[in-house]
């Protein structure tokens, strides 16, 4: 059942039944990839059309990136293919230089992210704040639906396109409703039959029985096709040629790790289970790479189609498997029957797959999260929309990380006390890095300090190179003023930073007897004020 189902967190979908493969378990699985490859032709037709290719580019693209994916990708239930995030960047180079260096690209695409893969640095995808998760689920969800709005464009006889108005608009908007309706009652009734399938069967039965005139698959465009061949890229191999692949071979090796990686994170968070980044990394190269050697656009994970298979009961590699199996079955042997579904059908799904996607509980939250997290949200939807994933995950990582300096930033600060030797003590709190070192040397009174202080790292680390020349300002001070400054408490990665830096920080530092064992210096607080 696709319903909304993403809040705060994506929420949890319970497993339908065991992962056991018994025969109730197959056949779930593969009605579900037989539902996720209805969904996948239009979308990979459409995809292949924004990039400026035929559509049997997109298609082999879906087939071979959804299939190796599926076979050794980190997350089962999780559906690759064509996507309209990596072919808005496609369509200039393939304008400028030709489907060949597409296919080049896709190549070098596939090496980059393999490369990403074996490195592991698949795992700093957990840097990404959950606001910025959220607004790129929204996002997606805006650019899903927007996407659909096409379809309600005929040409106008002009070679342009125009939009539906009077009986054909009206018959369009009945038939996605009721796919829609069906998708959303069925669950109520019976889950042995995925609900997206029943909706894309009853319409169709309905356009065909009828004999109503409505746009239909056939109408985009012939899926009918051969089995994929093996291609070298006919591009020559110098170095002019890498300049020409290889800026477009970062973004899009970028944009798709993006995409499949969070997308990944989403579907686990969904089936209560785990996903290996860098092991999706290195399918989705190894898919990419294929891809480009048997004329494919490329793709990654596709957050609609992966909604809709989950959704449908998938939990192995099966559906992934069974789904790319089907399409390439369309393309080959079944395209006569698959161009006879309506296109209203497939929009429908994909207006239900919205509507699951889209966070809505995130809407009900935003007054009650920090004001920095809720623009962060806001920011991350609007520049998935307009922009493209990659740059609105960046901007939003680098605008959460900002926030978070400045909070952390205001939290130096010390309790002042005295030592056993008569010390005066300022035990710090808070962390000491380039944003509060300004603070930090603002707790300090070398001028009216004892000849010997003490600063207590017991509540604080030094985190970078800032701090340690911060530190080594504070020293500075109270070597001029004929006093001493002594280190305690330091964290045994604080200490190496200080052992890295060499004769960068001159200070006196008393080492721990034993650091496994908080020690007592005997320090006394005379009050809990803190140092201004």
């Known amino acids: 059942m696709l319903e909304p189902a993403l809040t705060g967190r994506a929420e949890a979908v319970a497993p339908v039944q065991s992962t056991k493969l018994d025969a109730a378990r197959i056949k779930t699985e593969l009605l579900a990839g037989l ?47 064509a996507t309209g995030a990596l072919a ?43 606001p910025v998760m959220l607004g790129f689920v929204n996002g997606l969800a805006i650019v899903i639906f927007l ?41 109520r009734f019976t889950k042995a039959f995925p609900a997206p399938l029943a909706g894309i069967l009853v319409v169709s039965g309905l356009v065909l029985g009828l004999g109503l005139d409505t746009r239909s698959v056939g109408d985009l465009s012939s899926i009918a096709g051969g089995l994929p061949t093996f291609h070298i890229p006919m591009v020559p191999l110098n170095f002019e040629t890498l300049q020409i692949i290889l800026p477009y071979a970062i973004i899009l090796a970028a944009i798709g790790l993006i995409e499949s990686l969070l997308t990944l994170n989403l579907v686990a968070d969904m089936t209560n289970t785990k996903g290996g980044a860098s092991k999706e990394c290195l399918a989705q190269g190894t898919a990419n790479i294929v891809t480009g050697f048997f004329g494919g656009m490329g793709g990654c994970a596709m957050i609609g189609q992966s909604m809709i298979n989950v959704k449908s009961g998938a939990r192995t590699r099966i559906s992934g498997i069974a789904a790319a199996l089907f399409l390439l079955s369309f393309i080959v042997v079944a395209s006569s029957l698959i161009e006879q579904i309506p296109v209203a059908a ?17 809407l009900k939250i935003m007054h009650k999260i920090p004001l920095t997290d809720a623009l962060v949200m806001i920011i991350v939807t609007g520049v998935t929309v307009y922009a493209d994933l990659a740059v ?49 040397v603002d707790l300090f009174d070398p001028q009216n300090d004892p000849e010997d202080v003490v600063v207590d790292f017991m509540d604080s680390r030094v985190v970078d190179h800032s701090g340690l020349e911060s530190i080594d300002a504070i020293a500075s ?17 604080c200490q190496r930073l200080l052992n890295k830096a060499g004769n960068l920080v001159e200070v006196s ?13 005997g320090h006394t607080f005379e009050t809990p004020e803190k140092a201004k």
């Open 35 to 81: 539902t996720v490859a209805l969904a996948l032709v239009p979308e990979a037709v459409a995809f292949a059309f924004v990039a400026g290719v035929n559509p049997l580019v997109g298609l082999y693209a879906a087939f071979f990136v959804g299939l190796i994916t599926a076979c050794i990708g980190g997350r089962p239930g999780m559906i690759s293919g």
């Open 88 to 130: 808005v960047v496609m369509v200039s180079l393939v304008a400028q230089h030709g489907v060949e260096y597409l296919f080049a690209t896709v190549v070098l695409m596939g090496i980059i992210q393999i490369a990403v893969g074996v490195l592991r640095w698949g795992k700093f995808i957990r840097m990404v704040p959950h």
């Open 147 to 187: 996407a659909q709005l096409g379809q309600f464009k005929v040409p106008d006889g002009a070679g342009g396109q125009e939009w539906m108005t009077g009986s054909q608009l009206y018959l369009m908007l009945g038939l996605i409703v009721l796919t829609m309706a069906v998708i959303y009652l069925l669950p």
């Open 346 to 362: 497939l929009v429908g799904v994909m207006f239900m797959v919205v509507i699951g996607t889209f966070a809505w509980t995130s």
């Open 392 to 440: 609105a995950v960046v901007v939003g990582v680098i605008i959460s990380a900002l926030a978070y300096a400045w909070n952390a930033a205001s939290r130096i600060n010390a309790k002042i006390g005295k030592s056993k030797e008569g010390w005066k003590v300022y035990r710090l709190e808070g962390p000491l890095f380039f944003g509060s070192t300004t603070g930090f």
């Open 477 to 493: 001070k109270y070597l001029a003023a004929g006093k001493r400054l002594h280190l305690r408490h330091l964290s045994p990665d």
């Open 509 to 521: 530092v008393l080492e721990d007897p034993d650091y496994e064992i908080a020690v007592d210096y």
